[in-house]
């Protein structure tokens, strides 16, 4: 029996560090990605110019954000590090993009998007 104990309780400490190691990486990763408060890290058109009728995506990463918003609406938009949505402007059109965090701060960025 000592033996099968030996066995497992090496199998769960190894496990286990293999999980504190993937939280520290993720910890890491957020700190680099401007962690410790609320930020928007990306908010921009790809591409930002398109011809009448055609399709750009507006893509945005945050951190640290209860609630997201983009107006005009392109499409349902909620806090992540990396997300894109479709848009397709009739006319030029400037966009903006809030996040909100959980005390009620908010941030803005805007991005144009122009019609040829």
């Known amino acids: 029996g000592a033996i099968f104990y030996e066995r497992w309780s090496a199998a769960n400490k190894a496990e ?13 990763v957020v700190k680099a990605m401007g962690g410790g408060g609320l930020k928007i890290l990306s908010f921009y058109a790809a ?3 398109i011809k009448r009728g055609g ?3 507006l893509c945005y990463g945050v951190v640290e954000a209860k ?6 609406p392109a499409g349902e938009v909620w806090p992540a590090l990396t997300r894109c949505v479709q848009a397709s402007p009739k006319k030029d059109t400037e966009y903006k993009l809030t996040a909100q965090d959980d005390a009620g701060h908010t941030v803005t960025e805007t991005v144009l998007v122009r019609i040829r």
């Open 55 to 57: 399709q750009t995506e």
């Open 67 to 72: 609630s997201v918003k983009l107006e005009p």
């Open 47 to 49: 591409p930002a110019v």
């Open 16 to 28: 286990q560090a293999q999980k504190d190691a993937e939280i520290n990486k993720a910890r890491n």
